[in-house]
């Protein structure tokens, strides 16, 4: 069984700084990339960032600049520093990484149960 399992969301308010965490666990024989999405009531989840593991990573536009994804030297955590946060990045984050378990032929995409960041006043 593998799951993904996040935390670090909360309230913050404009111009603060939140660090989300994603944490792969279970019979895991191998983890290619992560990513974090968020996705607001009404509207199709959108991607924020993606790390492979090389380490590679790309950006949304909207949060160039602003929020770093990074990975533990294990490569089964993901992280999401998200700075100088505005209102508009309010949003239920989720992510994700492509796992191929022990005994699997092939790596499938496994998602986390979705963690809530407000930015408000």
């Known amino acids: 069984q593998v799951q993904l399992v996040e935390s670090g969301g909360g309230l913050v308010q404009p111009g603060g700084s939140l660090r989300l965490s994603c944490a792969a666990s279970g019979s895991i024989f191998s983890i290619n990339g992560m990513g974090w999405y968020r996705q607001v009531p009404g509207k199709q989840r959108e991607l924020v960032a993606l790390i492979t593991s090389a380490g590679r990573t790309d950006y949304a536009d909207s949060v160039k600049g602003r929020f770093t994804i990074s990975r533990d030297n294990a490569k089964t955590t993901v992280y999401l520093q998200m700075n100088s946060l505005k209102p508009e990045d309010t949003a239920v984050y989720y992510c994700?990484?492509?796992?191929?378990?022990?005994?699997?032929?092939?790596?499938?995409?496994?998602w986390g149960q979705g963690t809530q960041v407000t930015v408000s006043s």
């Open positions: 994700n990484a492509d796992i191929r378990a022990w005994g699997a032929a092939y790596g499938i995409l496994y």
